[in-house]
């Protein structure tokens, strides 16, 4: 899988936007781009996944480069419980059901008051 | 159930000591996982279960842990003769048949070897 890179933390006002960039410059066609959240004692949770195009939905959107080589999770209404640290993943296409994660460690969103 | 769920939420035990760990995951669940996260780290995969077989261990870190599951649903992690360095938390995820992308997490299990 290929490898990610995420900066280790960022803040963001309550109510503005939060951006969190991804780099993963080599990944190859057939591999996905996933973004988890873990809050503070909590199981990760599922955000969004993509493998070209842009994605939306009710959490968050993924915009992804047309190279594929980075990508940025953008949640538009940051509120006090966004705050959690926040994993890209790169996977190749699950097979028979099955989707290995490798989590790093992820970007420390701190959404302030 | 609602979610994902694991007990003990907490285990506290001796050195040398055995310790099973248990999930219980969503019904209906096919697929089943169990990851370990140490303090400050990511998550650590361990094992994956296809119903009740399990076609990737490759995670384990030693013979001293063991996967079981049963009835295609509840999966219990055993570890024998634990030492100072399998405290962690450890993890079980569940995902829908045909819907390997999201992976629900129970809570965890905090164990904590003294």
């Known amino acids: 899988d290929a490898k990610t890179t995420q900066p280790p933390s960022m803040d963001c006002a309550e109510g503005r936007a939060a951006n969190l960039p991804c780099n993963h410059s080599?990944?190859?066609?057939?591999?996905?781009v996933y973004w988890y959240r873990q809050i503070h004692s909590q199981g990760p949770q599922y955000i969004i996944h993509g493998l070209k195009n842009n994605e939306t939905n009710e959490m968050a959107s993924l915009i992804i480069t047309e190279d594929r080589k980075s990508s940025t999770l953008i949640l538009p209404h940051a509120t006090l419980r966004d705050t959690a640290v926040y994993y890209c993943i790169v996977r190749v296409a699950p097979r028979y059901n099955f989707n290995k994660f490798y989590f790093g460690s992820g970007t420390k969103l701190n959404v302030k008051p | 159930g609602a979610g994902v769920s694991q007990s003990p939420s907490n285990k506290v035990t001796e050195k040398g000591k055995d310790v099973e760990l248990r999930c219980d995951p969503i019904s209906g669940h096919t697929a089943l996982y169990w990851y370990r996260q140490s303090l400050g780290q990511g998550l650590e995969f361990l094992i994956y279960?296809?119903?009740?077989?399990?076609?990737?261990k490759s995670g384990l870190p030693s013979d001293r842990f063991s996967a079981e599951r049963t009835g295609g649903s509840v999966s219990t992690l055993t570890i024998q003769r634990t030492q100072q360095e399998d405290s962690a938390v450890y993890l079980c995820?569940?995902?829908?048949?045909?819907?390997?992308?999201?992976?629900?997490f129970g809570p965890g299990t905090r164990l904590t070897v003294l």
């Open positions: 080599t990944i190859s066609g057939n591999e996905y």
């Open positions: 995820a569940s995902t829908q048949p045909g819907g390997p992308h999201e992976q629900f």
């Open positions: 279960f296809q119903g009740n077989s399990a076609p990737d």
